[in-house]
């Protein structure tokens, strides 16, 4: 891994500068050109507007006075040649003095002369290939206005060249000390690198990263790791399942994902935590937090936590098919008592009253079964009501299912468990509340006309205190004694977990009437529950 940083490192280097140092040096050979055009443009206007220049064109000898002008200019500017030519294009001033007074026919001297224009252009000089500037020398009287000469100025262009070969060398030696910088910023970046992984190659942390991903997402407890300030590092899929969390929270604060937990705490102290139970979200869980520590010191933590709620709930579950069970037992052992009355009866010849047994519970019987086998046709709701019937007769409790109970196959989404834990406690409430009444009735309702599946429960008991009807369905509230309140409670959880509602009144003649309203469609609440 150090070879491989340092050498890209390196090659990107290496391959900025290059890039740079090319333009750069292309942008200067443009620069170095166009400045030197300008100062030989410059150089020849100036020495065409110089008086001294525009009166010597009138003398006997112009030279005389030009030439020193000419090369005072020169040196000054450091030109190769400064030509000053009159309209016949001889030499009033040269570097060369042999070529002063020559003739020195040109092309080039054009444009100056005859239009009077001030421009620029390569070409081969005097003295070899040349950047030169040029400019009339225009006498005005007043009258008119006159070209009689030329001024040309040149720049030899291997000293232009000479000045930038100059300065690509210093962005050379430049370019060289920014690569040795980062050859040792690179060799330093991968040191420091190679301590922040352990040491380890990069194929050995992609070989870590995966196992513990796989790791992670294969547990079924919910593991979330924070660092120093209280941010969340990681979070796997069981975390986020029974947080109820939707998207990324990486880089949130760990207090406003899942707060009320002593996470901070084992932050600041560093002394682990086990098996801490906190309520989140209508959930309970039992939560270990166990501080990161690196080098003496707390660098984050980690925590692992399971959902109790859902053994709670399956505990509910069982205990309420345990319920049930217990239901067709009782209704077993009833019918069984029965028979051996009747037997009784027929073996001490008291055949009257053995018909009369018979007619009596034949009646009550075939009342019962044609409303829970003609008219409610859901064979779960059935099986409960058989057994709650059985149970009834067990506890000398007259429950009755009101002739106008009507109901089809319920919906999927309304499971056996469901209809146990509702109909179930709702009924063995209702048992439990005419226990000390003389005469102990207890009626069932239950219809699916229209949008909901109405559930209703009435019985003869003392009836519910009106400041106790909003705490009945509260966990753990009950006027029964110690370890009771949770069926009343599981009620409340399963019509709301389908979205249902339940209504509590007192009759006034005594007794409780609750009524549930089920929504048929999943997902449609079409009545609003209230208590009262």
Do not use: W
């Amino acid at each position: 891994m150090q070879t491989k940083i340092v050498g890209l490192t390196v090659l990107l280097i290496v391959i900025v500068i290059v890039l740079l140092a090319s333009i750069f040096s292309y942008m200067q050979s443009i620069e170095s050109k166009r400045q030197a055009e300008q100062l030989a443009l410059q150089a020849a206007k100036s020495i065409s507007f110089m008086p001294e220049v525009k009166e010597a064109f009138e003398k006997d000898n112009p030279s005389h006075y030009i030439q020193p002008l000419a090369e005072q200019v020169r040196e000054q500017i450091g030109a190769a040649t400064i030509i000053v030519e009159n309209r016949q294009e001889i030499a009033y001033s040269h570097s060369n003095l042999k070529r002063i007074g020559e003739k020195n026919p040109s092309s080039a001297n054009y444009r100056a002369l005859m239009f009077g224009g001030y421009y620029t252009l390569e070409g081969m000089g005097s003295s070899g290939l040349v950047i030169m500037g040029k400019a009339p020398v225009i006498v005005d009287d007043g009258e008119y206005r006159e070209v009689v000469g030329v001024v040309t100025v040149e720049f030899l262009k291997k000293d232009v060249n000479a000045n930038l070969h100059k300065r690509i060398k210093q962005i050379i030696f430049c370019s060289l000390t920014v690569l040795l910088l980062g050859v040792l910023g690179g060799i330093f970046l991968a040191k420091s690198i190679k301590k922040d992984t352990l040491g380890l190659e990069p194929h050995e942390i992609a070989s870590l990263y995966r196992e513990r991903s796989a790791i992670l997402h294969s547990i079924k407890e919910g593991i979330i790791a924070i660092d120093q300030k209280g941010h969340i590092t990681m979070m796997n899929t069981s975390a986020k399942t029974m947080l109820g969390l939707e998207g990324d929270y990486l880089n949130h604060s760990i207090i406003e994902v899942f707060p009320y937990t002593n996470m901070m705490q084992v932050l600041e102290d560093g002394i682990s935590q086990h098996d801490q139970e906190i309520s989140f979200n209508d959930k309970t869980f039992i939560l270990n937090l166990t501080p990161i520590v690196e080098n003496s010191q707390i660098v984050g933590m980690v925590s692992s936590f399971r959902d109790k709620t859902e053994l709670n709930n399956l505990i509910n579950t069982i205990s309420e098919v345990r319920k049930y069970s217990e239901d067709l037992r009782a209704q077993t052992h009833e019918f069984t008592n029965k028979l051996y009355v009747l037997s009784g009866l027929l073996q001490l010849g008291q055949y009257e009253e053995a018909l009369e047994f018979i007619q009596k519970e034949s009646n009550i019987h075939q009342t019962q079964s044609r409303i829970l086998f003609d008219q409610i046709l859901d064979a779960k709701v059935q099986a409960i009501l058989l057994g709650k019937i059985g149970k009834a007769s067990e506890k000398k409790v007259n429950f009755f299912i009101e002739s106008g109970s009507m109901l089809k196959s319920l919906p999927e989404h309304i499971g056996i468990s469901h209809l146990i834990i509702i109909i179930g406690n709702i009924i063995d409430n209702a048992f439990d509340a005419v226990s000390s009444q003389k005469d102990k009735l207890v009626t069932f309702f239950i219809t699916d006309m229209g949008h909901d599946i109405i559930i209703e429960v009435t019985d003869n008991g003392k009836g519910i205190n009106n400041q106790m009807i909003d705490q009945i369905f509260t966990k753990g509230f009950s006027t029964k004694g110690t370890n009771r309140g949770y069926g009343l409670a599981n009620v409340k959880r399963m019509v709301d977990e389908l979205q249902g509602s339940i209504e509590v009144h007192r009759q006034e003649q005594g007794g409780a009437i609750f009524s549930i309203y089920l929504p048929k469609n999943e997902g449609k609440v079409h009545k609003e529950g209230q208590t009262g």
